[in-house]
């Protein structure tokens, strides 16, 4: 049996770009500060994916997707690292996306 995947897209607010130009996640000078991490999930030919799962990897911070495709969660200024982080939209019959 073979199984035919398609592709997701995840575009990220703050950056304003694609998945790949997920920012790290940056630590302020004195104090972290907490980031949030918002954008929309869509299909190969543009239509958004209700259903899909968000998440930083490794972070177990995530969400998932609205009837919109969009999403949007809070990394707490305590997991705020100020390493990169791995951001992956995932949902099932379509093959996972995943940027760092």
């Known amino acids: 049996m073979t ?3 398609r ?9 304003g770009l694609a998945l790949a130009a997920l920012p790290p996640l940056a630590r ?3 104090q972290p500060q907490p980031i949030t991490v918002s954008g929309a999930v869509t299909n190969e030919t543009g239509q958004p994916m209700q259903g899909a799962s968000v998440a930083l990897v490794g972070l177990g911070l995530g969400a998932m ?3 919109d495709g969009r999403y949007s969660f809070t990394v707490p200024a305590a997991r705020a690292s100020g390493q990169a982080a791995t951001l992956e939209a995932r949902r099932l019959g379509f093959r996972p996306v995943s940027s760092r």
């Open 7 to 15: 592709r997701l897209t995840t575009t990220a607010a703050l950056a």
């Open 65 to 67: 997707t609205a009837e």
């Open 3 to 5: 199984r035919t995947y």
């Open 28 to 30: 302020a000078q004195q």
